[in-house]
Every structure is written in C-alpha cells, then in structure tokens.
C-alpha cells in the first residue's frame, strides 16, 4: 500500500489557504482525495465521453428506451435496496441549501428532518466556497458551528435533534481546478465527497447517523457503479463496514429516468432512494432533445408537474422506489415569502400546499424546500396524510408507465414574449449572481439556482432553433432573440448596485441562446470566470 507521503507526491492546491482550512487540507485528507483520482477519474472521464457518444445518437432521432441488457434486473422483483439508515428513516421534509455558515445554522435551527448541504447547484464553486464549505460542515457536524455577524450571533439550538446531515457533491462533470493531481485537476464530485467523507464519516457514526450524500445529474447506471465503487474504496480505507455510506440519486436526468432500477440495483447495499428533481429533469429533456422539433415545449410556467412527461416520471420513480423498499423524495418548494403582499404571499403558500399534496398522495416519502418558513406548511401536509415515517410500504403497482409516457411532450400552453423575458431574466440574474460567486438568487419571489437557470437557457436556445411563433405572431429568431436579451440586460443592469456583473452574464448568455452554440452546462461555461489560480503549492507542505 502506498505511504502518505507517496499519495501526496504530485498533489498541489492552488488556491490560498487560510489557517481555518488547514484542518481540512491535511495530509491525510488530500493523500486520500488523490487515491480517489488516481483509482477513478479515468473511469469519470471514459463515462463523460459516453454522454458525448449518446447525445449524438439522440441528435441523429435516436429515441431512449428500457435497456434490454439489463432487463434481467428490472423483471427481477426479489432483490431490495439498503433499509433505511439511522437518521433517514422519516425524511418528510428536507430542507435545502449552500454550505456558507449562516446557512449552515439556519437550516440545522429549522423544523425540519434532514438538511441537505448543497456544493452544487445552489453554490457557485469558488475555491473559497468550496473549501470553507467543508470547514463549515465538519464544525457542524461536531456542534462547533456557532458564530457572531456584527451584532448577531448564530448559535446551533439545543431544545430538538438536530436533523440529518445530507451533503450533495457537485455533478461528474465538473472539476476542481484548485486541487491538481500529477498535473491535472480532480472531480469536483471526488473533492467534495472525498474531504467530507474523510473528516466526518466516524464523527457521524459515533453522533449516531452516517456520511450521507445526495448524488446529482447521473445520466446512467453505469455513472451509479462508479459512485458505488468510490463508496467501497472509501470505506475499505478507513475500515468503516461497507453500507455505512448511503446516497440518494437525484433522477434529473432523461436518461436516467430509463435506468431507475438499475441505479438503485448498482447502489443497492449503499442506496437510500431516488428524488425527482424536477427542474433540471425539465432542462434534460429540452437538452437531450434539442434537434428535435417534436420536443418543443411552451413557457417554463405551463409545464407544470401534472403534463404527461413530468406525471409519468413521478409515478414510475415512486413505484420502482416502493417495489425496491428505498425512498422516493419528492421534489424543491422554491417559494420565498412575500412579506410586504400578504394577498400575493397566502397564494404563493397555497401553491406550495397544492403542490405538497400532490406529493404525498401521489406516494412520495418526503420533500424540499428552500425556505425555513415553508417547513411548517410542508410538515402540515406530510402529517396530515403520512402519519407513518414514511410510505414505502405504497407499493402504487397501479401505476403502469411505458417509454412512450415519459416522452408524451403533450403539453398545452403556448410561447409568449413575456415567458421569453422570463426566461432572459433568471438565465441573467443567475448567472450575474454566479459570476459573483453567490449559487441561488432570489428572484420574483423563487430561489432560483443552476437547475433553473438552465430550463430557461434552454428553452431559449430551443425556440431560436426551431424558428418558433410566439402567441403575438413574431417568429423566433437570432436577432429577436439579442433583441429582447440586450434589453433585459440594460433594465436589469440599471436597477442593479454598482459594479453589477449582468453585461458580463449578458456575453456569455448572447451565445447561448441564438439555437446555435450550445454548452453542456452554463457552469462549466462561467467557470473560468469565478477561479483564482495560483501559483501551486505541494500539498504536503501546507
């Protein structure tokens, strides 16, 4: 086996480091971060490419279904996920949100069940969010997480179980370019699991819970045995009996949805369910069908939850969850409370109340939400019709739901300007947030985050391309498009403080939403923008 100081040899960290983080960026920790790139980035990177190879079957017509190799697993009904681990038996509202301490204690203070600490979607990967991220968390984990803001101070309560910890590691795709390995920058997600799973699996084993995570964007099962594997290497080096880590797949992805079986199968000893993110599901679809007009969907606010190919998904999710005994998490309540229209805040709580309902009739096991203050309607709901800690007892075989149901693009509603400006503005106020290093934004009164800002990217990009007709008789094209964009840019860069970054956000989207270029992710597109390389530094000399 190699010494420490062999799987530090190589490694380098180009970001600054402050003494605070230093207990995060120990030997131990970044000798372990490097085995896991060393063992598996050149799996991460061969399966990358395979995303590569099936968008262009999908461009060509291509149209996914069940895969027939792995049909053996799905006919298969004897075989069970993980039970439920310690502190994730009754999830039925998980509140979500970025890494930054403030956060931190608030979400631990709420009435909630679990907290999921986010460095994806809802965080901008900034070397110091990133790292101070995880200083954050392993105080929180050991209840040292209080702290005074000017006049105020934070404190962790201590009248209630603190709910459970849940961190969520940035997607396959991204890297981390402050942390080099031989040369070459480690996986974002490898970053993120690898520093928390190290400094914190045994603290929380000993509290009573678990490391556990929430796993984003997979795009097939085969993504799901790599985490699989990552989890096993994991445990074997720090003797922690192999199921002590467990991970919830976020289903946000159209090809996922053909492999929900088999995900949770690949996970099975480390599984704990399935979620449906449900708007960056939205945006897979626009992504993975973009060529085709037959995709086109009308404004992001007519395609709601109950349209043919987001119903299907939610009760093909909840029926292979139940049949396999793992959670099946509903999804993100984005609202925020208004508090100066008390006539607009009650709707906008009703709409989450529906919403709520919907889930947990459907058969969900539990739900987000982005504010503290909806915890409570959300709790309300879940009480009232799931007394029990969860439902996974529901079986829901009734539902049936074929390929041709999750691709049922029967959605009614049609494309206006004011949806286009819509779309203009989160895709902006996003992105000029991101640039400054902030990864959700308030805006009309909804958290907007990554998910989000790529739905309205996308379908963008999608009526340029396909030349559509707004409801007021204009064709969408290149020129339309700039059009309304520099206008959008020039409202909202005038009302904004100065030194805004919405001409800087209004570049990088100019190119995006023409129907022509089309980047895999806007993260990975803005990335460059928000990194501060330095000049590296060996890590074993921190």
């Known amino acids: 086996m190699a010494t420490l100081e062999q799987l530090n040899q190589g490694v380098n960290i180009l970001g600054n480091v402050t003494e605070a983080q230093k207990k995060i960026l120990t030997p131990e920790a970044t000798g372990f971060v490097a085995l896991l790139h060393r063992t598996f980035n050149g799996t991460r990177k061969s399966l990358l490419q395979r995303r590569v190879i099936r968008q262009q079957e999908l461009d060509k017509g291509v149209i996914p279904d069940f895969l027939p190799e792995t049909k053996h697993v799905r006919d298969n009904k004897t075989w069970r996920g993980a039970p439920p681990a310690p502190g994730l038996v009754d999830r039925r509202v998980e509140i979500t949100g970025p890494t930054d301490r403030k956060m931190v204690v608030n979400a631990l203070n709420s009435n909630v069940w679990t907290y999921m600490a986010d460095f994806e979607d809802s965080s901008a990967p900034t070397w110091d969010n990133m ?50 390995v031989d040369g070459e920058p480690v996986s974002g997600s490898l970053f993120d699991f690898g520093f928390y799973f ?64 088999e995900i949770i199968y690949e996970l ?68 925020i409370p208004i508090k100066d229209n008390p006539e607009a805040n009650e709707k906008a709580m009703d709409n989450v109340r529906q919403d709520k309902l919907r889930e947990v009739q459907a058969g969900h096991d539990g739900t987000w939400v982005a504010h503290p203050a909806l915890a409570a309607i959300a709790s309300e709901i879940f009480n009232k019709h799931m007394p029990t800690p969860n439902q996974i007892y529901n079986r829901r075989e009734e539902y049936q ?24 503005n989160i895709g902006l106020g996003y992105m000029e947030g991101w640039l400054r290093g902030v990864g959700c934004v308030p805006i009309n009164y909804l958290m907007e985050d990554a998910a989000t800002a790529e739905v309205s990217r996308s379908q963008l990009w999608q009526w340029c391309r396909h030349g559509v007709k707004t409801s007021e008789g204009k064709t969408m094209t290149k020129d339309y498009a700039l059009k309304l964009l520099h206008e959008q840019a020039d409202e909202l860069a005038s009302k904004a403080q100065k030194g805004n970054k919405f001409q800087l956000a209004a570049r990088y989207f100019e190119s995006q939403v023409t129907g022509e270029d089309y980047a895999d992710f806007l993260t990975s597109l803005l990335y460059n923008e928000i990194t501060s390389v330095g000049p590296a530094q060996p890590a074993a000399k921190l």
Not at 143 to 153: A, I, L, N, S, T
Not at 211 to 218: A, G, I, S, V
Not at 233 to 247: C, K, S, V
Request: include cysteine.
């Open 131 to 180: 790292i101070n991220g995880q200083v954050n968390l392993y105080d929180a984990v050991r209840k040292q997480v209080d702290f005074k803001q000017g006049e105020k101070e934070y404190k962790l309560r201590t009248d209630r179980v603190l709910p459970t910890l849940i961190a969520r590691a940035r997607g396959w795709h991204l890297e981390e370019k402050h942390f080099t």
């Open 401 to 424: 739901v074929s390929g041709n149901d999750l691709l049922n693009m029967n959605v009614p509603g049609g494309i206006t300007e004011e949806g286009i400006r819509k779309n203009l």
């Open 198 to 261: 190290f400094h914190n699996a045994q603290e929380l084993v000993n509290r009573g819970t678990g490391p556990y995570f929430y796993l984003p964007k997979m795009e097939s099962h085969l993504e799901a045995r790599l985490w699989n594997d990552v989890f096993c290497l994991a445990q074997d080096y720090i003797h922690m009996p192999r199921g002590t880590i467990r991970g919830t797949v976020l289903i946000e992805t159209i090809t996922a949805a053909f492999e929900m079986d």
């Open 268 to 335: 099975r000893d480390h599984s704990s369910g399935l979620n449906c993110g449900r708007w960056d599901y939205i945006f897979s679809v626009i992504k993975k069908f973009r060529q085709n007009p037959a995709f086109v969907l009308p404004d992001r606010s007519a395609v709601t939850m109950t349209v043919p190919f987001m119903d299907a998904y939610v009760r093909l999710l909840i029926k292979t969850c139940h049949a396999r005994g793992v959670h099946a998490m509903g999804g993100m309540a984005a609202q």
